[in-house]
């Protein structure tokens, strides 16, 4: 239930855009092969929703801001990413953080080391 006091707020395009990605996420794991540049593509959209759209969510159902049928819309959505977190982790993507989950870190993935552009030390020692 919203809060009391509280300006409502629209999660419509959130949702949208998360459903988009689940349903672009179910397809590449009903594919036979994914080409690199299809898979980077993806990748890009994956992390803007879970890393922007999808804390946004979180955010505002942990504040109380969601009435009851946008609550109950965003702990399907939540099921939903839940359901396809294999499909994630075969491609070496992010699970996404949900709550009342814990977060293994997505396999396959590796940090990019990059080289210094200064060939000396900055700090003396």
């Keep these: 239930m919203a809060s009391e006091g509280r300006a409502p707020v629209s999660i419509d395009a959130d949702v949208e855009f998360l459903a988009e990605e689940i349903a672009a996420l ?19 959209r994956w992390g803007a929703a879970l890393a922007g759209r999808l804390p946004r969510l979180v955010h505002y159902s942990s504040l109380g801001l969601l009435d009851d049928t946008d609550e109950r819309r965003f702990r399907s ?35 990019l080391r990059t080289r210094s552009r200064s060939p000396k030390p900055r700090f003396p020692g």
Excluded: W
């Design 77 to 111: 959505l939540c099921e939903d990413l839940r359901g396809v977190s294999g499909i994630a982790e075969k491609f070496g993507l992010p699970r996404p953080a949900l709550p009342g989950d814990q977060i293994a870190p997505a396999k396959g993935r590796r940090r």
């Design 26 to 44: 179910q397809a590449l794991g009903r594919k036979d092969s994914v080409d690199d540049g299809e898979l980077y593509d993806f990748s890009v």
